[in-house]
Nanobody
């Protein structure tokens, strides 16, 4: 059974940091590209960051220089380090695995507010 389980979301003040994790199981993790998406209320889902199976990363323009995505193939886990958070980063963040098939996590809420 394929599972993507996100964790690490929560409430943080503007300028603060959070680290999201996504633990994967049930598929060959090291053969899949992984991505983080987010969706704010009333908005379309947005690609935040992506990492290839080989570790090459790419970021959305709105998070470049603030967010860092990484993966640990030994732990079947990807991370999203989010620094200098802004209120506009408030959204549900979803983990996505993209390869032969595509899988989604259930999402974790990130709220940036004072």
């Amino acid at each position: 059974q394929v599972q993507l389980v996100e964790s690490g979301g929560g409430l943080v003040q503007p300028g603060g940091s959070l680290r999201l994790s996504c633990a994967a199981s049930g598929f060959t993790f090291n053969r899949y590209a992984m991505r983080w998406y987010r969706q704010a209320p009333g908005k379309e889902r947005e690609l935040v960051a992506a990492i290839t199976s080989g570790g090459i990363t790419n970021y959305g323009d709105s998070v470049k220089g603030r967010f860092t995505m990484s993966r640990d193939n030994a732990k079947n886990t990807v991370y999203l380090q989010m620094n200098s958070l802004k209120p506009e980063d408030t959204a549900v963040y979803y983990c996505n695995a993209w390869g032969f098939l595509e899988y989604w996590g259930q999402g974790t809420q990130v709220t940036v507010s004072s």
